[in-house]
């Protein structure tokens, strides 16, 4: 059977297919672009967090552990990063492998311990990350960050010469104006989770303080209003799905 397709039919095919190809042709430039302006210390890192989807939905542990170690290396070899707060992510990260580890409903209980104190142990220094980053560089002005930036990357030699160091200062600046507006909300995740070791400690007034402080960093952090229900007895807030399509605006 031949389908015929009229001449206003094909034209308005061909336009479609045309926009589509200038579509791809304007991604790419732009993602090449942003691919240009990373700092090239640390792509590799941004290319092994690809694959952390990947490890974590296959519950791949080890593999994620693994992981969070190269890119651990990665950001402490360079001085800018060694205290920023790509570690406290990577903390965090951590924590959260050995929290979920500690959840099983298959784990012996002396594991279950095990694993609720090395959650803690990378928690706590996920929340040592964050806080001493946001009182520095986190609080500083944008102009002030570029000068601060401008000042570490063309101390290394290893950027000195790179043609695109002015759009890698730049790229940097905004992934740390950004990060200030992120940091908080992660910082209300370490303290939920602090708060569920305590809650299955049943040291239930130290789980609600911890509850309380990630909801005064994130008013809407679900999983905290929630965790702090189950210590009342109340049953736990479900979210639309018009909430979970279209989140809060950050502030």
């Known amino acids: 059977m031949v389908i015929s397709i009229n001449k206003g039919t094909r034209l308005i095919i061909g336009i479609m297919v045309i926009l589509a190809v200038v579509g791809v042709v304007i991604a790419w430039i732009y993602y090449s672009n942003i691919n240009n302006s990373v700092d090239p210390r640390v ?8 694959r952390y989807n990947i490890y ?10 693994a992981l969070l170690d190269s890119i651990e290396y990665i950001y402490t070899s360079i001085p800018h990063y060694r205290n920023s707060y790509e570690m406290g992510v990577v903390e965090n990260n951590r924590a959260t492998v050995f929290l ?42 944008e102009e002030e960050l570029k000068v601060f930036v401008e000042k570490e990357f063309t ?13 890698i200062i730049q790229n940097r ?10 940091t908080p909300r992660r910082l209300s995740v370490s303290y939920t989770n602090l708060g569920i070791i305590r809650r299955h400690e049943n040291k ?28 009342f007895g109340k049953p736990p807030e479900k979210q639309s799905l018009l909430r979970k399509l279209f989140p809060p605006e950050r502030k």
């Open 56 to 65: 974590a939905s296959n519950n791949d542990f080890e593999g994620v552990l």
């Open 173 to 182: 600046v905004k992934e740390i104006m950004s990060a200030r507006i992120e």
């Open 155 to 167: 101390a290394d030699k290893l950027l000195n010469n790179n043609e695109k160091l002015d759009a």
């Open 43 to 50: 792509r590799q890192a941004q290319v092994l967090y690809g």
């Open 100 to 141: 979920t580890k500690a959840l099983s409903d298959t784990v012996r209980e002396e594991i279950r311990q095990y694993y609720f104190a090395l959650a803690e142990q990378h928690l706590l220094l996920s929340i040592e990350y964050y806080t001493n980053w946001l009182n520095f560089p986190g609080n500083q002005t």
């Open 204 to 231: 239930l007034e130290e789980a609600y303080d911890y509850y309380n402080k990630a909801l005064e960093l994130w008013d809407d952090n679900h999983a905290a209003r929630n965790n702090m229900n189950i210590l």
